[in-house]
């Protein structure tokens, strides 16, 4: 489970005409076109459910070796695209030089031969590894971006960029997972046929709470209560990153807001309620952390809108916060790498949501706290048939 360099106006706008530059080898440029060209091939969910069946085996791996690396080549032509000043910042720089590296290493498996199935599994799971931090870095870089390039291409790039990426990943972690014949107790490769809602909710509290007394040496406490019992079929590692997103913040701003108050009361309870409708399930999240005003609600969901990078300005300034800063970058990572200051929380957990068909919305109660509302729809036979990855 966690500088800006300064460049004249004219520099700006002569970089701004040009995209970033590509590695050297003319062979793979060549090839990565070519592959980018080609269009991708979706596979719905309920196919990926198939994929486990024992006469569908290897239908995975297979079409995980043909279908990634035009996925990849897209990624990689994404990059490329950008404006050349954004492209040679050195975070984005390294994700750009990821993925090329990592279309050269899947490439050559593209087309199924021989035996050599489980050293592709291999090259698989290091490609997985490899990319388990990449948003973060991504993050660093835009924010340091910003200001040469317009807020709605750097939306744009970045929805496509994650929308690509958790697809990619749920490729490439089922071709994985069946591969190592991970199928049982409810679980058909990296999707849970019977998964507790409540149980997820229970085991991310209890790892937030965890980071939250050792920020603050405090910790609300978390009632859960509704449909309990509910079960359905989705992602594990989906829920797991909104879910700890969600309760991360309501945490935070429950303990804050308390302190700014100087309450010498217990802190008030978290309450997680869940409800199990036809088509979806529902998860509310509800704080007593004072809300979000109404000049930043409509901010919320933006990449890079955070409340802890002017905090993190101020204890630059001072050697004996860095401690509390180190601890508060715990506070605020996601699964996956740390977050903290980089405003991409709230926008991933959303998209992790809508992905398969859900949505996450925000009330704000200014002066008292904040409702969340998860939905997720239920990942049974008609509804998996009609989404596509």
């Known amino acids: 489970m966690f500088r800006i360099r300064l460049y004249s106006l004219n520099q700006i ?10 590695p050297t080898g003319s062979f793979y440029d060549d090839k990565i076109t070519a592959y980018a060209s080609k269009s991708i091939q979706p596979v719905t969910l309920q196919q990926l459910v198939r994929f486990g069946q024992p006469s569908n085996s290897l239908a995975c791996t297979h079409y995980a070796r043909r279908e990634l690396p035009v996925r990849l080549a897209r990624r990689v032509r994404a990059f490329q695209s950008l404006p050349f000043i954004v492209g040679t910042n050195p975070f984005i720089k390294e994700i750009y030089q990821l993925y090329y590296d990592s279309f050269e290493s899947l490439v050559n498996y593209s087309e199924p031969e021989g035996n050599d199935d489980m050293e592709y599994i291999e090259k698989l799971k290091d490609f997985v590894e490899r990319h388990s931090d990449n948003i973060p870095t991504l993050a660093r870089g835009f924010l340091e971006c910003k200001q040469y390039m317009n807020n709605q291409d750097m939306a744009r790039f970045l929805d496509d960029m994650i929308q690509a990426r958790i697809g990619i990943r749920l490729i490439a972690e089922q071709a994985i997972s069946l591969a190592l ?14 998964l507790k809602p409540a149980a997820m909710i229970k085991t991310c509290s209890s ?11 405090e910790s609300p406490e978390v009632i859960i209560d509704g449909h309990v019992d509910t079960q359905f079929t989705y992602v594990p590692v989906h829920l797991e990153y909104i879910l700890t997103e969600l309760l991360k913040n309501s945490h935070r701003a429950t303990v804050e807001h308390h302190r700014r108050m100087r309450r010498t009361t217990p802190l008030p309870p978290i309450q997680i309620t869940i409800s199990q409708g ?8 509800r704080d007593q952390g004072n809300g979000i005003s109404e000049e930043d609600l409509h901010k919320v969901f933006e990449y890079s809108y955070t409340t802890v990078s002017k905090k993190r300005e101020q204890a630059e300034e001072d050697a004996s916060s860095i401690f509390n800063d180190i601890t ?16 991409f929380g709230l926008p991933l957990a959303r998209m992790y949501a809508r992905y398969f068909g859900g949505s996450l919305t925000l009330v704000s109660m200014w ?22 990855i």
């Open 13 to 22: 706008r002569t970089f701004s005409q040009k995209t970033i530059a590509k």
């Open 181 to 194: 014949n991970q199928v049982g107790d409810g679980f058909i490769g990296i999707i849970d046929t019977h």
């Open 207 to 217: 790892f937030v709470s965890e980071l939250c007394e050792f920020n603050f040496g």
């Open 278 to 285: 036809i088509e979806d399930i529902s998860i509310r999240i």
């Open 328 to 343: 508060e970058t715990a506070m605020q990572s996601g699964v996956g790498g740390p977050l903290a200051g980089l405003g």
């Open 367 to 388: 002066g008292f706290g904040c409702d969340v509302f998860l939905k997720l729809r239920h990942i049974n036979e008609s509804m998996a048939e009609g989404v596509e």
